[in-house]
């Protein structure tokens, strides 16, 4: 089994940063993309950041400049730094990751639990 795990989340206020973390463990081959996602009170999971396994990062529109989304290979795990951050960036944040995995190494679509990260004006 694969599992992600993220920890970083919490409360701050606006301008200020925080630094995600998220974690893949089990019998994992390779990892392809991982990324970040969010999702605020009554809206849909929208795209945050994408970072390839060769260090290409692709990011939303409203974080840019904001974010940065990176990674360690070697320790399975990618980061996301939030500075300048603003109320409506608040949002239950969910590392994703493309990961071959198992016996028979077949390439699936992982999900972490989620980070709530609140932003206060």
């Known amino acids: 089994q694969v599992q992600l795990v993220e920890s970083g989340g919490g409360l701050v206020q606006a301008g200020g940063s925080l630094r995600l973390s998220c974690v893949a463990s089990g019998s994992i081959i390779a990892i392809n993309d991982m990324g970040w996602y969010r999702q605020a009170p009554g809206k849909q999971r929208e795209l945050v950041a994408i970072i390839t396994n060769g260090g290409i990062t692709n990011y939303a529109d409203s974080i840019k400049g904001r974010f940065a989304a990176s990674r360690d290979n070697a320790k399975h795990t990618v980061y996301l730094q939030m500075v300048d951050l603003k109320p409506e960036d608040t949002a239950v944040y969910y590392c994703?990751?493309?990961?071959?995995?198992?016996?028979?190494?077949?390439?699936?679509?992982?999900w972490g639990q989620g980070t709530q990260v609140t932003v206060s004006a």
């Open positions: 994703n990751a493309k990961i071959r995995a198992g016996l028979f190494g077949r390439t699936n679509d992982y």
